[in-house]
């Protein structure tokens, strides 16, 4: 199988270990990686803002990068459901565009999910000792419906115990471009997170979107809690290390 990673930008820049977790689990579970120095943007910024024609281009491009490979995995459930349920309505119009998008498409594959989808994995030899909660992002929640694979990665982990997040289905607020467009009432929806996340008494929040991570992170900081924000990713590099 010739998979390839899909780092995402917030990732490459802010968060590169995380793409470093996704490669070295991987390779623990035989899975050989590359990645491909011509993949870019995924170009959801300026869908998002209504640049239709700059998002295709970025689309185009990541089309031609990730040509070749069985699997596309990305540790973002946002950047996935950009590629799986938008590339092939940008690039509708153009018969041979729409082909090759939905083909990269089919290919793509959120982290938890081509673990549980495509590895089938049944069990993990990873272990890491305490409670924590999981953050459903709203692109992987609502746009991916992919709810059940992070969880079932994170029950095979050992000494971990995983609690429910009280209103896991609300949006914490960061949004992509939401955040700074409308940031008073973006960090009054991370604070209101926040005080669920407090509820739980959790050592840990984990989630799949490293954005809403960074956004929760931030406010977790500046309120001087002790919790740590950890990736699934990470979760699985530190357990399987120990």
């Known amino acids: 199988m010739q998979v390839a990673l899909f780092i ?12 470093m977790s996704v490669v070295r689990v991987l390779r623990r579970l035989g899975v050989e990686v590359d990645f491909p120095t011509e993949q870019t943007c995924c170009g959801q910024p ?27 995995i990305t540790p973002s459930g946002s950047c996935a459901a950009m590629v799986r349920k938008e590339y092939p309505h940008l690039l509708n119009d153009d018969s041979e565009w729409k082909e090759r998008a939905q083909s990269l498409a089919d290919r793509c594959y959120e982290f938890s999910e081509f673990l549980v989808s495509r590895l089938s994995l049944e069990m993990i030899d990873a272990r890491l000792e305490g409670k924590a909660t999981y953050h459903h992002s709203c692109h ?24 429910n997040l009280p209103y896991h289905e609300d949006c914490c ?24 996340l407090e509820s739980t008494e959790a050592d840990y929040l984990i989630g799949s979107d490293m954005s809403c991570l960074m956004h929760l992170g931030g406010r977790i900081r500046r309120k001087e809690k002790s919790v740590e924000i950890m990736h699934v990713a990470q979760v699985l590099d530190r357990g399987m290390m120990k």
């Open 46 to 72: 300026a869908f998002n803002s209504g640049y239709r024609q700059d998002a295709a281009k970025a689309a185009k491009q990541m089309i031609r990068a990730f040509e070749g490979y069985d699997a596309v």
């Open 173 to 196: 607020g960061f949004g992509g471009t939401f955040a700074v467009k409308m940031s008073e009432i973006s960090q009054e929806m991370a604070d209101e997170k926040i005080q669920h």
């Open 8 to 19: 995402t930008c917030l990732s490459d820049v802010f968060y590169p270990s995380v793409g």
């Open 140 to 163: 992987m929640y609502r746009g991916l419906r992919l709810t059940e694979p992070p969880l079932q990665v994170l029950s095979q982990v050992q000494g971990l115990e995983v609690v």
